[in-house]
């Protein structure tokens, strides 16, 4: 049985998420974090990671603490989504900050698989004989920053392949493309565009459909355009003679690129499926049937469903890659 104690960690825990999700665009490449200041059941400070280079969440949160509150912080509980740092970047370590207000408790969404964090910012703050909560909407702080995680455990970016497709499974007529997308889903691929580092169509749907892979229906950077070829290289270093999806993770790794959202064609689809580097799969499929034409990709076995959502009719699935789940 849930106690009213686990009850308010998991409402004040979602507070953070909430908070966190402000700094989709600007944190990156750091992760997206937010955390709650509570006494006594009431919110007397909260922040979230607003941009590389700037204060953390923890600090944020604790600015905002009014001064007559601040003889509060003794007998507060914060809460934070993510693990606090313990290391010296471009801000202080949080988890010093954290002890130096000696509140009385700490909650923490998930631990921080980045090296120089890795539980360490939780050993400090127990150190310094404060009690610490761990794993409160672990599995939701975890899938808010998929990227950062998947980046710093796996060495490569989070992979997203997206394509539309028609109600009979083709991606296109004949070869020539169809207007599947409404002007709404339009609008949520340029958003998606925006949350992630690069994108990657194959020679072909390049040449035949010279997409501009930007986020013009949107706000914020453009991602990274590449165009996959097997007789040309995107980046430097990377040989004809080997397989290219592989190498294409490693030059981009290296690069620090976090995100790749992948929007075809077919063929380059089934190349990342094939190759095991997919980590979520997007699957609009609109009202129209072709007939004819390219069939979409095979869903693959190991995807799992994980949301289902309607749009002007259309209908966008998005699917995550079992197989790569139980590493994080």
């Known amino acids: 049985m849930q106690t009213a ?23 990156r490449p750091n992760p997206m974090v937010g955390a709650v200041i509570v006494c006594d059941g009431r919110i007397i400070g909260e922040g979230y990671h607003v941009r590389c280079g700037e204060g953390h969440a923890e600090v944020n949160a604790f600015a905002s603490v009014r001064a007559e509150d601040e003889h509060l912080l003794p007998l507060s509980t914060i809460y934070v989504s993510l693990e606090p740092c313990a290391h010296h970047g471009k801000t202080p370590p ?20 980045f090296a120089k964090v890795s539980g360490r910012g939780i050993k400090r703050i127990q150190d310094a004989g404060i009690e610490v909560t761990v794993g409160v909407l672990e599995e939701e702080c975890l899938r808010l920053n998929k990227r950062f995680f998947t980046f710093n455990t796996r060495h490569r970016p989070y992979v997203i392949l997206k394509w539309a497709q028609t109600t009979d499974g083709f991606i296109d007529r004949n070869g020539q493309p169809l207007a599947i997308s409404t002007d709404l889903t339009k609008v949520l691929t340029h958003k998606l565009r925006a949350e992630n580092d690069a994108i990657l169509v194959g020679r072909v749907t390049d040449e035949r459909e010279r997409p501009q892979l930007n986020v013009r229906h949107w706000y914020g950077k453009d991602p990274m355009r590449i165009v996959l070829s097997r007789t040309l290289v995107p980046f430097e270093g990377m040989s004809t003679d080997r397989p290219m999806i592989p190498q294409l993770m490693d030059a981009l790794y290296e690069r620090g690129v976090q995100s790749l959202v992948v929007e075809g064609g077919a ?13 979520e799969l997007r699957i609009e499929t609109g009202t129209m049937a072709a007939g004819c034409g390219t069939a979409a990709p095979q869903l693959p076995m190991s995807a799992r469903l994980i949301s289902c959502d309607v749009y002007d009719g259309n209908t966008i699935r998005t699917y995550q890659n079992e197989a790569q789940q139980t590493a994080l």
């Not at 063929?267 to 980590?279: K, M, S, V, Y």
């Open 94 to 113: 949080c988890a010093d900050l954290i002890v130096s207000k000696g509140v009385r408790r700490v909650v923490v969404g998930c631990v921080d698989p």
């Open 267 to 279: 063929q380059t689809h089934r190349a990342f499926i094939e190759a095991g580097l997919w980590d």
């Open 5 to 27: 104690s686990y009850n308010t960690d998991i409402t004040f825990m979602r507070r953070c998420i909430q908070l966190a999700k402000n700094g989709m665009t600007n944190a």
